[in-house]
């Protein structure tokens, strides 16, 4: 009895659904057409990284990027720096496309700013600290120190808005006195060889609305900035060119300007100075130490020109140095 009133039921609730399947139109069962995919987006994420140090909390900032011809390499033959290049998988047509970052820390009593970027000096490619201050949740109004490494234009021109004003203008501005005796000056500028004569121009441009207000303030060697801040002398790159190194509690990070061009070629080749180096002897030296001194500590850094975020560690390895970026991963406050 019970078999055959379940029975009865399912004939009852079956039978319907089959008539309507039957005299669904043949159009309606037929499967669709794969849609077209939207277009592609051809933009990349914003250009900031977070991580955290001790109390603090380093943001990378992407500027860019430009193409840095392999010539400009000085001190190995040409097929030794292809090598280089290739086995890093970098191309160099029309040349090694080399990042430009800047970085922002939040110490808890300063929001400051490690370099300002290149601005729209050279092209589209560049001029995105602003921007991407902003997508990581700042306000360029909120930074009240802009540490300048030196005063070349894809470092300093940045401190101005595309219209010639102030870029923050609630910040102080400070640079090695060095560098800025050396980049301010008319009289050095009116000596140097014409095709540098513009770094000299861009220098005095950047930092003229910031010295007319009374926030452009150099500092003398030892000089204390401002809390868990220690300067580092790194000269050669610029007379004056500087690292930062921030701490809390017990972990630091070395932002170190630039040190370093090409990370496929001057980790290994830590004797392979750049054109751009005011004294490449120098330069040569200062790396060696930092590098040494960076993986014995095994200390956190940040490079201008490294791959984006460039921050990571520095290794030994064989005669010369390897380049271990950090990476991606949630912000660790338990470490």
């Known amino acids: 009895m019970r078999q055959s009133t379940a029975a009865a039921l399912r004939g009852a609730l079956v039978a319907p659904l089959v008539a309507l399947a039957l005299a669904v139109p043949a159009a309606l069962v037929t499967a669709p057409a794969e849609a077209a995919p939207p277009a592609q987006m051809k933009t990349q994420a914003p250009g900031f990284y977070r991580m955290a140090l001790g109390d603090f909390e380093v943001t990378a900032l992407y500027d860019g990027f430009v193409d840095l011809d392999r010539k400009l390499l000085k001190g190995a033959s040409a097929e030794d720096v292809q090598s280089l290049l290739a086995r890093m998988f970098l191309d160099n047509t029309p040349g090694v496309q080399t990042a430009v970052n800047a970085y922002l820390v939040h110490t808890g009593q300063n929001l400051v700013l490690v370099d300002a970027g290149t601005a729209k000096a050279f ?31 894809d470092h ?6 595309p219209d010639g004003k102030i870029a923050f203008p609630n910040a102080e501005v400070r640079v090695a006195k060095a560098d800025a005796d050396f980049w301010l000056s008319e009289e050095i500028a009116a000596k140097a060889p014409a095709d540098a004569q513009a770094f000299f121009k861009m220098a005095r441009n950047a930092v003229a609305p910031y ?13 204390t900035l401002l809390p868990g801040v220690t300067v580092v002398a790194e000269p050669g790159h610029t007379p004056g060119h500087s690292g930062y190194l921030f701490t809390s509690k017990d972990q630091s990070i070395l932002v170190w300007g630039d040190l370093v061009h090409s990370h496929s ?21 200062t790396r060696k130490k930092v590098f040494a001194d960076a993986a014995a500590q095994k200390l956190w ?10 921050i990571g560690h520095v290794r030994t390895e064989g005669n010369g140095y390897a380049w271990v970026p950090v990476e991606y991963g949630p912000i660790r406050t338990d470490r």
Do not use: C, S
């Open 123 to 153: 092209g589209p490619n560049l001029g995105f600290i602003v921007d991407n201050i902003r997508a990581a949740g700042y306000d360029p109004a909120q930074v009240d120190a802009v540490l300048l490494t030196h005063l070349h234009p």
């Open 156 to 161: 300093a021109n940045g401190l101005l808005t």
């Open 211 to 223: 010295v007319a207000t009374g926030k452009l303030k150099p500092y003398a060697e030892g000089e």
């Open 265 to 285: 070629v001057q980790f290994a080749r830590p004797e392979i100075a750049m054109e751009f180096d005011v004294d490449q002897t120098q330069a040569i030296a």
């Open 301 to 310: 850094v940040a490079g201008a020109h490294l791959p984006f975020p460039g």
